[in-house]
């Protein structure tokens, strides 16, 4: 018979900036399967480096595993089809306590972003259903929005939350016709997401991010 014991762990996660009463944003991403968010947060270096009171949080999925063999790179992931519902219950734990820890730090009216990439983004659609503050913006890159959450949570987070949805045209796991069917169900959900595509295939996109960040 399968039974589970609730743990203590130790958790990953980079930050770019320092928390400070002078910080006025701060985005939380989260990265794709396979990932680590060490590489990950590397992508919004130049938001931090242009501006002194912004900061980045990039938590881990708190899977790791060999990509290939035995050996070598590692990557991680937010949970797999197996005990799903406890690995899903796990993430969101964490990533409550890491919101907690944060914005004690900042400023009562700091402006939150919340990214998800590829399997991040159900990662933060579950999260932030169950979550102690609501974000300024949320933004599902790559990904949709998760399925499972109940429709009257789904509606509580999405109606009147400035919503942004980004794809790659040339995507290999998502195509603009399933984003645009995205949209639609989210529309139903009671959101107004605006879609927004580059030339690219599965991945961030440096411009796309500066328009994102500097029309906040």
């Known amino acids: ?30 990265h794709g399967y396979g990932q680590l968010a060490a590489y990950f947060i590397r992508h919004f270096a130049f938001l931090a480096e242009a501006d002194p009171h912004i900061v980045i949080i990039a938590p881990e999925g708190l899977s790791r595993f060999y990509l290939s063999g035995n050996g070598g790179r590692v990557g991680a992931s937010w949970m797999t089809s197996d005990d799903r519902q406890h690995e899903i219950a796990d993430h969101i734990g964490f990533l409550n306590q890491l919101a907690e820890k ?50 009257e949570a789904a509606q509580q987070l999405l109606q009147g939350l400035p919503l942004t949805l980004v794809i790659g045209t040339e995507d290999e796991y998502i195509s603009v016709a399933q984003s645009e069917q995205q949209q639609a169900r989210l529309q139903q959900l009671g959101a107004t997401p605006r879609l927004l595509t580059f030339t690219g295939p599965h991945t961030l996109n440096r411009e796309l991010l500066a328009q994102l960040a500097y029309a906040e």
């Open 1 to 30: 018979m399968e039974r589970h014991l609730t743990v203590a762990r130790t958790a990953r996660y980079q930050q770019l900036g320092e928390l400070s009463a002078a910080t006025q944003r701060v985005w939380f991403v989260c």
């Open 102 to 151: 944060v914005l004690a730090e900042c400023p009562s009216d700091v402006q939150i972003t919340v990214l998800g990439f590829s399997q991040g983004t159900a990662t933060v659609g579950r999260w932030l259903a169950q979550a102690s503050f609501r974000p300024a913006h949320l933004i599902l890159w790559a990904g949709s929005f998760p399925p499972d959450i109940a429709p």
